[in-house]
């Protein structure tokens, strides 16, 4: 049996209970590529649609099978979540395995602009948490959350709500807020084992639906975001000043060089004439003593 089969048969009643509409055409996955498979769903409370993908090993591509040898890499599942800007706050908040952690957090703008690391929250040593609010990480870990993440740590690589785009994340629809999830797949034979973590992943549609921020942390959170704002417009501004001189100068060269010969010559002793000037108004002033 496929690992594709094998998920469809495991969770195809869960995603059924969760959403009125499931796959497409009759049929739940959808195959995208010789290891790629994914299935949408709609029509459920909290949110405005959900895409489940398995993102398999090549098992059919013999340079793809010599390079997990090398270099091994795990089936995953990634869901995807997406929510209305008028029905949900926006916010970045994220969970990585520690693996990943580095490199996520310093690659994605939101996170290194936006959130801090928080490690007081009864969680394995191996996952990682991030938030621009304390108090947001707090509402969104529920007991439930806990218990599942501590259960399966081993499958878990992220969680990341945010209100930027990604365009990496291959969204199937543009979505002011997402829920972006991967864990790492068990072995054919134990599917169930990631049960937990999927049920979590519908669990907190309804906790991000219901979170609400208090004044205090809007403010806080505003506050944070207009700074970065301004930040970057003063970043950006220098950087447009300095192409600004740029073009300046390349202009100057380019009229020299399509000027006559007999201007350009001109031009360059009139030059080297205010460069003798600036220079002996910088120099010493010596007075010449006539013998």
Not at 76 to 104: H, M, N
Not at 109 to 130: C, K, W
Not at 148 to 159: I, V, Y
Request: some cysteine; overall charge positive.
């Amino acid at each position: 049996v496929s690992v594709a089969k094998e998920w469809g048969t495991t969770f195809y009643d869960l995603l059924h209970q969760q959403f009125a509409q499931v796959g497409e055409d009759g049929a739940l996955l959808t195959r995208e590529s010789a290891s790629s498979y994914s299935v949408i769903g709609t029509g459920r409370e909290g949110c405005d649609w959900m895409r489940a993908r398995l993102q398999l090993k090549g098992r059919h591509d013999l340079y793809q099978v010599l390079g997990a040898i090398i270099m091994p890499q795990p089936d995953r599942l990634v869901i995807d979540i997406g929510f209305s800007a008028d029905e949900v706050d926006g916010y970045v908040v994220a969970l990585f395995d520690q693996r990943v952690a580095k490199s996520s957090t310093s690659s994605l703008e939101d996170l290194s602009a936006h959130t801090h690391s928080i490690g007081d929250f009864p969680l394995p040593a191996s996952i990682r948490v991030f938030a621009e609010h304390r108090d947001i990480a707090a509402q969104m870990l529920s007991a439930e959350v806990r218990s599942a993440l501590s259960s399966q740590s081993e499958l878990f690589e992220r969680l990341h709500y945010t209100d930027y785009t990604h365009d990496d994340w291959d969204l199937p629809a543009v979505s002011k807020r997402t829920l972006h999830l991967v864990f790492r797949l068990p072995p054919s034979g134990q599917m169930l084992r990631i049960q937990a973590l999927v049920q979590m992943s519908f669990r907190l549609i309804d906790l991000i639906a219901h979170l609400k921020l208090s004044a205090p942390v809007r403010d806080k959170l505003r506050e944070g975001r207009n700074r970065v704002a301004y930040l970057k417009f003063k970043e950006g501004h220098a950087e447009r000043q300095e192409l600004a001189q740029q073009r300046k100068a390349e202009k100057v060269v380019a009229a020299r060089q399509k000027a006559p010969l007999a201007d350009r010559e001109a031009q360059r002793k009139r030059e080297e004439k205010e460069q003798r000037k600036a220079d002996r108004k910088k120099g010493p002033r010596t007075k010449m003593k006539r013998i």
